[in-house]
């Protein structure tokens, strides 16, 4: 079955960085677009980044532009987001997803605060 497993969630002070990592199985990885997702308290589930497939082509929420990266590597099977420049707003659960029977981590969790 698919399986979607996010690391490198935690507690960082403003303007630091933090780097999620996604490693997923179960589907042909290189075949689907990957994103990140995030969801604060109160607050509902919102698209932070995503990458295409093969391209690589990158989209990104007006909020972490020029802050966060996206990468995948398809050899590995892996998706990441790098993080720079952390806000307390950045403060949030976040997910991996693939569209590929709209498949959803469990979450990581990254605050940011002083």
């Known amino acids: 079955q698919v399986q979607l497993v996010e690391s490198g969630g935690g507690l960082v002070q403003p303007g630091g960085s933090l780097r999620l990592s996604c490693a997923a199985s179960?589907?042909?990885?290189?075949?689907?677009?990957m994103s990140w997702y995030r969801q604060a308290p109160g607050k509902e589930r919102e698209l932070v980044a995503s990458?295409?497939?093969?391209?690589?082509?990158?989209n990104y929420a007006d909020s972490v532009k020029g802050r966060f990266t996206i990468s995948r590597d398809n050899a590995k099977n892996t998706v990441v987001l790098q993080m720079n420049s952390l806000k307390p707003e950045d403060t949030a659960v976040y997910y991996c997803?693939?569209?590929?029977?709209?498949?959803w981590g469990q979450g990581t969790q990254v605050t940011v605060s002083s």
């Open positions: 997803y693939t569209p590929h029977r709209g498949s």
């Open positions: 179960g589907f042909t990885f290189r075949l689907y677009a």
């Open positions: 990458i295409s497939s093969t391209l690589g082509i990158t």
